[in-house]
């Protein structure tokens, strides 16, 4: 590893390639040719269910099967329409037709929604031996898993008609919410002076500057984002109340006692898998206590603020260009699958990575399929740091797993949200793995080892304070509107919970981070927190067996990449990694695995601060 150093200036990150997906932007014609196909085709797909009987025999059957292939062929498509419009909005908020275009495709994604409202209706209405003959249908086998467990979704929801009237309403109410979120964070900007310059920087580029190695830069940065969201506070607080209280209505319509029963489904697990690890979590997270301690000792610093979290040390003083990023990364990964390696060399050299450093853009970074191209788009920042480096692996963690299962049909590749951060951790932990194993100067060491940690804090901590806030906020959302203040109490006192004693002093936790984490306002994601930790956890049991395997695993993590599509994570877990994730014993194994730094990590800073 051979990083610049920060005085380097290095060369801008690259742009993503959308124009081989449509030409033109949010002006393709080609674009809006696909659209109008999608608008075509869902009255006649509409009319085909009209026209089919409502019980499934021996002489209707192949009828059903071709209705339900239509449905996914639309799935396909709207997944793919969809994902190429949030990419030119993320590209550039300022996009107001792709903003119009995103909202186009909410309907059709509505009217799939709908489709698939009328096959769960179909689904439990039929005797048991006839449904039985349709998912085993030779069309229909490959995602038969998908079938039952829309059948045993519809058990629990509404009379469909109910249903799909709230799917109707979610587009120009619910969803909106999250589509005015997006567009008042992408707005978003506040004054930042470095080196004597003032310039106004995007929220995504603030966050950024909170893991640079300067104290007083990351205090300015973490001020200025809550000056920023001091400004839409109230906004944030009512977006948040609604979306909350839409949930809420729809859960007491369809006699749903928790609002984890929906993250469940989504997640496929069941509540006692979460409090399992949950439990495994909350019983170690002191263990993290030493390694903050000695941090501090390190930063030289009295009292550790939400803004330390990324603080770097070590020689994490060095920047890394795109192209040396990429190239350790493939490097590394071609250590445990060659192939897997010349996958992302492949989306590297197509440039697949929408990574420049610049305003305009929105906050965060993702992962998006493009389902019909049968390919993927990373979306992130890149100023040359070790975090943007994992991240970047992180993400082509996540194309992998989209290329692996480019070839199953659309409804056997959606995985929960559980398994969907398998892929992106394993490759983080390979990155950082490797790059600790070749490390020699005790600088870089440190730096590694606290990359591995800030893992975990985040993971145990900074996680778990956000899955407090969602169950602490929608036990009040359920007596009424929650105002902005008490949003702010909330999320100090789910902070002080979930931190175990790490951040200290009245002025070290961040009260407005329900308004500046975009993941509370996810309309498709509730909860979305709890899986990124599920995740963590569950790669670092992967990533020890491919460790003792050895390059061999790699078919192996290839099937079990397959099967997060087809399978509860409970029984992909089972099937591959021979646990139940129900009980303790592989929660409180991985939570220890991902803290045997600690130790490492203390002993080196006191050797460096002798």
């Known amino acids: 590893m051979n990083p610049q150093k920060e005085t380097t200036k290095i060369p801008p990150a690259p742009r993503w390639d959308l124009e081989s997906i449509f030409p033109g932007g949010s002006e393709s014609k080609e674009f809006e040719t696909f659209r109008q196909g999608i608008k075509n085709d869902i009255p006649k797909i509409k009319e085909q269910y009209s026209r089919l009987p409502p ?50 495709m909410d309907v059709y994604n509505s009217e799939y929604e709908k489709l ?16 039985q003959k349709l998912v085993e249908h030779e069309k229909l086998k490959d995602i038969s898993f998908f079938l039952n467990e829309t059948r045993d979704i519809a058990r629990k929801k509404m009379d469909p008609q109910l249903e799909s009237f709230a799917t109707d309403l979610a587009v120009n109410g619910y969803h909106a919410w999250n589509r005015l979120y997006d567009k008042m964070y992408g707005d978003l900007t506040s004054d930042f002076t470095e080196n004597g310059e003032t310039k106004k920087l995007s929220l995504g580029q603030l966050a950024n500057k909170m893991a640079v190695p300067d104290r007083a830069t990351r205090k300015q940065a973490f001020d200025c984002i809550e000056d920023a969201w001091e400004r839409r506070a109230e906004l944030a607080a009512m977006t948040l109340n609604y979306q909350a209280g839409f949930r809420l209505t729809l859960y007491d319509r ?3 006692q928790s609002a984890l029963v929906e993250p469940l489904i989504h997640s496929r697990i069941s509540e006692e898998t979460l409090n399992a690890m949950w439990d495994a979590v909350v019983r170690s997270t002191q263990k993290l206590v030493p390694y ?5 000792k390190l930063l030289g610093i009295d009292n550790f603020a939400w803004y330390d979290q990324f603080a770097p040390v070590g020689s994490s003083d060095s920047l890394y260009s795109f192209e040396e990023a990429g190239d350790i990364i493939v490097k590394n990964i071609g250590e445990f699958s060659p192939e897997q390696a010349e996958f992302c060399r492949k989306a590297l050299d197509k440039n697949w990575v929408e990574a420049e450093d610049r305003p305009g853009k929105a906050g965060g970074g993702y992962c998006t399929r493009l389902p019909i191209a049968k390919e993927g788009r990373i979306f992130m920042t890149f100023s040359g740091s070790f975090s943007e480096l994992a991240t970047l692996a992180h993400e082509l963690g996540h194309v992998y797993h989209g290329h692996v299962l480019k070839d199953q049909p659309a409804f056997a590749s959606i995985y929960p949200m559980t398994l969907a951060e398998t892929a992106s951790i394993f490759y ?8 600790l194993n070749a490390a020699s100067e005790t600088d870089e060491r440190l730096m590694l080892l606290d990359q591995r940690l800030q893992d975990a804090h985040t993971l145990f901590c900074n996680i778990y304070a956000r899955f407090l806030f969602d169950k602490r906020f929608y036990a009040e959302r359920k007596s009424g509107m929650v105002s902005r203040a008490r949003l702010d109490e909330i999320m100090v006192q789910s902070q002080k919970d979930a931190f175990a004693g790490t951040l200290e002093g009245d002025d070290a936790f961040h009260p407005l981070f329900w308004a500046s984490k975009l993941h509370f306002f996810l ?35 290839n099937a079990l990449l397959t099967d997060t599509g087809k399978m509860t994570a409970e029984d992909v877990a089972s099937k591959h990694l021979s646990v139940d994730l129900t009980k303790p014993d592989f929660w409180i194994g991985a939570v220890e695995l991902a803290l045997a730094d600690v130790d490492p990590f203390i002993k080196l800073v006191d050797e460096a601060t002798k």
């Open 428 to 435: 983080e932990l390979l990155v950082k793995d490797a790059a």
């Open 254 to 256: 369809r006699d749903w």
């Open 523 to 557: 309309t498709d994601a509730p909860f979305y927190n709890y899986p990124y930790t599920f995740g963590f956890l569950f790669a670092n049991g992967v990533y020890n067996l491919a460790k003792k395997e050895g390059p061999s695993f790699a078919e192996k993590y």
């Open 116 to 131: 698939i409202v009328a096959l769960e209706a179909f689904s439990k209405n039929q005797e048991d031996s006839q449904w």
């Open 55 to 104: 019980k499934l025999n021996d002489s209707n059957l192949e009828s059903w099967v071709d209705f339900i292939l239509k449905i996914q062929d639309l799935r396909e498509r709207v997944h793919h329409g969809s994902s190429f419009a949030h990419c030119l909005v993320s590209q550039d908020v300022g996009d107001t037709r792709g903003h119009q275009i995103v909202g186009e």
């Open 292 to 296: 903050i301690k000695a941090k501090k």
